[in-house]
Nanobody
Framework: QVQLVESGGGLVQPGGSLRLSCATS????????IGWFRQAPGKEREGVSC????????YYADSVKGRFAISRDNAKNTVSLQMNSLKPDDTAVYYC??????????????????WGQGTQVTVSS
């Protein structure tokens, strides 16, 4: 059974940085896709970034390009999201999601059958 556990959320001032981690376990496939999504109060869940463990390809939402970076540590079965130059609009609950697929997507929530419990990120002065 696939399990995902996020960590690293918290309160940060505008312009600050946070690093989220997603610890993964239980995959039966050699390759899988990991996506990071976020949901702000009163808004729909949106894709932020994703990575394919098959070929290392990554994708980012336009709103975070140049500020966020996704990376994977295959030895530790962990995917991280480094978030820099944070803005108040980045405030949300952040979720990691997984699919036993070769490619990844951030536009389709239904692509991912497995989800973590979420971690709160608050950007405020």
């Amino acid at each position: 059974q696939v399990q995902l556990v996020e960590s690293g959320g918290g309160l940060v001032q505008p312009g600050g940085s946070l690093r989220l981690s997603c610890a993964t376990s239980g995959f039966t496939s050699a390759y899988y896709a990991i996506g990071w999504f976020r949901q702000a109060p009163g808004k729909e869940r949106e894709g932020v970034s994703c990575v394919s463990t098959y070929d290392g390809s990554t994708y980012y939402a336009d709103s975070v390009k140049g500020r966020f970076a996704i990376s994977r540590d295959n030895a530790k079965n962990t995917v991280s999201l480094q978030m820099n130059s944070l803005k108040p609009d980045d405030t949300a609950v952040y979720y990691c999601a997984a699919a036993e697929r070769y490619s990844c997507r951030i536009a389709t929530i239904g692509f991912y059958p497995y989800w973590g419990q979420g971690t709160q990120v608050t950007v405020s002065s």
